[in-house]
Every structure is written in C-alpha cells, then in structure tokens.
C-alpha cells in the first residue's frame, strides 16, 4: 500500500523558512516522480513543485520559483520542500503525491505564515 | 500558463440521479507524445485529493464504474451516472501536458 506521510509544517513569521518532509513506502521511490501541492484555507489546489525520479529535473510554480526548492534522497524514500522567504500567501495545506499525474496523496501538513 | 476553467462552481444533485461536470483548458492538452494529460480529483469533506480518473478516461483503482470521464482537446467531462451520498465533496479537473494546473473546483452537495 502507498503510504506518503507528511511532516515539517508549523507556524513561521514573514521572512522565515521553514522545510517539509515527504516519507513515502509500499512503491519503487527511486523510480517515481514526487510532487507537491497546496491548498490555502477554504480555498482550490495549487501545483507547487515536482522532481523526476532521479531528482535531475525540478519544475516549480511562478509563485514560488526563487524561494521554494524541492529535493529528494531515494536512499530515504524521502521528498522535500525548502521554504524560503515565507509569506502570509504562502499559508496553506502542504501535500506530496506521488508521480506527476498526482496518483497517491499524503494527509498534508500545514503552514501558517504569521507574525 | 494554460487556465482550467469549471463548471458550474456548485452542483445540487439528487440522489440516484446523474451529474455532469465541465472543464475547459484554454489550450489544447494534447501532449506532443500523443497523450492527453487531463486528470479528475475528488475531495471529500476534511481529507486529501483523491485521483479518480487520469489521461481523461482511465478510471483508478477502487472507483466506482459510476464515474467517467470523457473529451478531447480543450472540452472535458466528469460524469456521475447516479450521485450518492459519499459522493458530496469538491471536483477538481487538473492538466499535466504544460505546467501543471487545477481548475476551480466544483461543489458537489445533496439537494
């Protein structure tokens, strides 16, 4: 079974960072692309990043592009999402899923930009 | 970036009876590799995004053959042929062929 477990989130002042953690189990990590999506509170879903399986490849959306990085360490089953530059936008739910297509998703994490 | 546009934003159904969702991307989504990378979630009351439905018609393991989808290019629908009570929750088309994207949503209730 796909079990991807979030961790990492908390409440941080404008200007801080803050970095999430993605434990994934039950599927090959090495060889799946991992993403990250948010969604601020009461609202949609936003695509924040992605990484192909070897980590090579890294895509992120306008809105966090210079601030946020995602890296991954296949040796640890493990994504992660580097969160500079923190602002009150950026309050959301975090969740990781697996592959681009968005196939398996974690129970989120969240994020409160606030001073 | 390509916009996702739904429709309608809230969806009133009756029980037993069908429900259609619609979304529009404002470019086509057929990928250069043949593919069309169009997605549907579901979003239950208070839990992560589900995939219910990916490459516009491929329904996920575990979801029930009530839900379909269907369309090409820019015109994509999210059908429920009889809407029951787990099915309230919000209905995200997503594209994958260009950066990513989500439409709006659409709630789905009980009338």
């Known amino acids: 079974e796909v079990q991807l477990v979030e961790s990492g989130g908390g409440l941080v002042q404008p200007g801080g960072s803050l970095r999430l953690s993605c434990a994934a189990s039950g599927f090959s990590f090495s060889s799946s692309a991992m993403s990250w999506v948010r969604q601020a509170p009461g609202k949609g879903l936003e695509w924040v990043s992605d990484i192909s399986p070897s980590g090579a490849n890294r895509y992120s959306a306008d809105s966090v592009k210079g601030r946020f990085t995602i890296s991954r360490d296949n040796s640890n089953n493990t994504v992660y999402l580097q969160m500079n530059s923190l602002r009150a936008g950026d309050t959301a739910v975090y969740y990781c899923a697996k592959e681009k297509s968005l196939e398996n998703w974690g129970q989120g994490t969240l994020v409160t930009v606030s001073s | ?111």
Request: charged share 20%; net charge neutral; with cysteine.
């Open chain 2, 1 to 111: 970036d390509v916009v996702m546009t739904q429709s309608p934003l809230s969806l009133p159904v009756t029980l037993g009876q069908p429900a259609s969702i619609s979304c529009r991307s404002s470019q086509s989504l057929v990928h250069s590799d043949g593919y069309t990378y169009l997605n549907w979630f579901q979003q239950r009351p208070g839990q992560s995004p589900r995939r219910l439905i990916y490459e516009v018609s491929n329904r996920d393991s575990g979801v029930p053959d009530r839900f379909s989808g269907s369309g090409s290019g820019t015109d994509f629908t999210l059908k429920i042929s009889r809407v029951e009570a787990e099915d309230v929750g919000v209905y995200y088309c997503m594209q994958g062929t260009h950066r990513p994207s989500f439409g709006g949503g659409t709630k789905v209730e009980i009338k």
